[in-house]
């Protein structure tokens, strides 16, 4: 097994996000001790924005350009293609996606490349395959308890069917903001969703 971790919290290995991935990742490590971890760490700025022709490109019926943001696409891409699993761990920035996870989404995201558009509207053209993605935010946007809204996950679900992944499973660290109390009962809580999820596949 080949698992491809997207890291976008600017607080690295420190971040309530990166921590829950570990532990999602801690499980799939059980059922696949010698799986390959390919970790793309996108929180310090690790890429560029898309260039011009590139964009250029988006817009055109052909790719215009093979180079520059091109290049930098192509890698992303075929170390997505080459993941069997696929998990992003992310902040909530203003109730939405981090600038870092957009800007990997605009590359990844590729017209003729990961998509096609036609009569029909945008269709995928990359195989499904689970993803995790594991999310801390300072607020609350789930539950009973929720005092702010989301963008993030249906941004995320949207953007990544559209690609043709299907297989997602979102799981959360809320109200980190709130104090160690609220950050050591939404750990319990997420810790037990993790467990039930997985001891549920297992028993398939």
């Known amino acids: 097994m080949n698992i491809l971790h997207v890291s976008c919290?600017?607080?690295?290995?420190?971040?309530?996000?990166?921590?829950?991935?570990?532990?999602?990742?801690?499980?799939?490590?059980?059922?696949?001790?010698?799986?390959?971890?390919?970790?793309?760490?996108?929180?310090?700025g690790g890429i560029a924005h898309?260039?011009?022709?590139?964009a250029i490109s988006q817009q055109s019926l052909e790719d215009i350009a093979?180079?520059?943001?091109?290049?930098?696409?192509?890698?992303l891409i075929n170390e997505l293609e080459s993941a069997d699993v696929l998990v992003i761990s992310t902040p909530m920035h203003n109730f939405?996606?981090?600038s870092a996870l957009k800007v990997w989404i605009d590359h990844i995201a590729r017209v003729r490349r990961t998509f096609n558009v036609g009569a029909q509207g945008k269709t995928p053209m990359l195989r499904d395959?689970?993803?995790f993605v594991a999310i801390a935010s300072g607020g609350r946007f789930s539950g009973e308890r929720a005092r702010q809204p989301d963008f993030l996950t249906p941004y995320l679900k949207a953007v990544l069917n559209m690609i043709g992944l299907h297989d997602l499973n979102i799981f959360t660290v809320e109200g980190t903001a709130l104090g160690p109390d609220a950050i050591a009962e939404a750990r319990s809580r997420t810790d037990q969703a993790l467990l039930a999820h997985f001891q549920h596949h297992?028993?398939?």
């Open 129 to 131: 395959r689970p993803v």
């Open 66 to 75: 093979q180079d520059g943001s091109f290049i930098q696409s192509e890698a």
């Open 9 to 44: 919290s600017p607080r690295g290995q420190a971040s309530e996000s990166y921590r829950l991935s570990q532990s999602v990742m801690g499980h799939l490590l059980k059922s696949h001790p010698t799986a390959v971890i390919t970790n793309r760490v996108l929180g310090a």
């Open 202 to 204: 297992e028993a398939q």
């Open 96 to 98: 939405t996606v981090p």
């Open 50 to 54: 898309v260039d011009e022709n590139y």
